[in-house]
């Protein structure tokens, strides 16, 4: 399980990367990726998938390199039906409304 959290972490983020990590919707500071282990970034219950300076912000992002997709709006069975016809890195969950599509670009917008 470890290695696959890894791969996760190394597709979506360079290892350099600060990257928002947060236990509630409202945190902001980004940390450096390799200033926490798989461990502790299981510690948190939100990220945001893009590099960031130093907090949460549009204008903080250094580089847009993934995309999320969601679909709430129709039953989680339909959802993964729809994210399994497209092209995504990884998919995960919301904790039962919602599952996520992330899409991580080769070349970096």
Same mark, same amino acid.
């Given at each position: 399980?470890?290695?696959?959290?890894?791969?996760?972490?190394?597709?979506?983020?360079?290892?350099?990367?600060?990257?928002?990590?947060?236990?509630?919707?409202?945190?902001?500071?980004?940390? =450096?990726?390799?200033?926490?282990? $798989?461990?502790?970034?299981?510690?948190? %219950? +939100?990220? &945001? !998938?893009?590099? #960031?300076? *130093?907090?949460?912000?549009?204008?903080?992002?250094?580089?847009?390199?993934?995309?999320?997709?969601?679909?709430?709006?129709?039953?989680?069975?339909?959802?993964?039906?729809?994210?399994? =016809?497209?092209?995504?890195?990884? $998919?995960?969950?919301?904790?039962?409304? %919602? +599952?996520? &599509? !992330?899409?991580? #670009?080769? *070349?970096?917008?």
């Amino acid at each position: 399980m470890k290695q696959l959290e890894e791969l996760f972490w190394a597709t979506l983020f360079k290892e350099d990367d600060a990257v928002c990590f947060g236990k509630t919707i409202f945190d902001t500071k980004a940390i =450096k990726l390799a200033e926490l282990s $798989v461990e502790q970034r299981r510690a948190y %219950s +939100y990220f &945001a !998938i893009n590099p #960031l300076t *130093e907090k949460r912000a549009d204008a903080n992002v250094t580089c847009f390199r993934n995309i999320l997709v969601e679909f709430d709006s129709i039953a989680p069975e339909a959802q993964l039906q729809t994210i399994s =016809k497209m092209p995504h890195t990884a $998919v995960t969950s919301s904790g039962g409304k %919602s +599952y996520h &599509a !992330i899409i991580s #670009l080769q *070349e970096p917008m």
